[in-house]
């Protein structure tokens, strides 16, 4: 098998990772690692007291999976309706229908690591955000 250790965007081909240990020494708030036609995946790094941002994704499920942390996650129907709060952390998988809005801020005493997957691609293949600022000034964001 083999195992990429770099954090350039592997996607549309054949590919294998240790998932756990990339979601680890992510440095960046968003690392894009994968793009496929029907899948993404990317590593976040969320500081403590950070938080992803609120969003929903058009059309798009997701799933996180949190590697180290603690954080607390909030979805609902709207932006000013986040009916579903639950407290998360290592190990926990957290699964994002399409269309509902969602948040996750770092409650911890740690960097939160998490990685996610999207199905389909929500970010431009290669996309590195060092920061949640950068992320928030990339004009292909939504």
Request: with cysteine.
């Amino acid at each position: 098998m083999n195992y990429a250790h770099q954090y350039d965007d592997q996607g549309k081909k054949p590919w294998v990772i240790d998932i756990e240990n990339a979601t680890l020494k992510n440095p960046n708030f968003r690392t894009t690692l994968w793009t496929g036609e029907k899948l993404q995946l990317t590593v976040m790094t969320i500081p403590v007291g950070g938080e992803i941002g609120l969003e929903a994704h058009e059309g798009i499920d997701q799933f996180l999976r949190v590697e180290q942390g603690k954080g607390l996650c909030q979805m609902g129907p709207s932006e000013d309706n986040l009916d579903f709060e639950v407290e998360v952390s290592d190990d926990d998988a957290i699964f994002v229908p399409a269309d509902i809005w969602h948040n996750i801020t770092n409650i911890g005493d740690e960097p939160l690591k998490l990685y996610t997957i999207y199905a389909g691609p929500d970010h431009v293949a290669g996309t590195v955000h060092p920061t949640a600022e950068d992320a928030h000034l990339d004009p292909n964001e939504h």
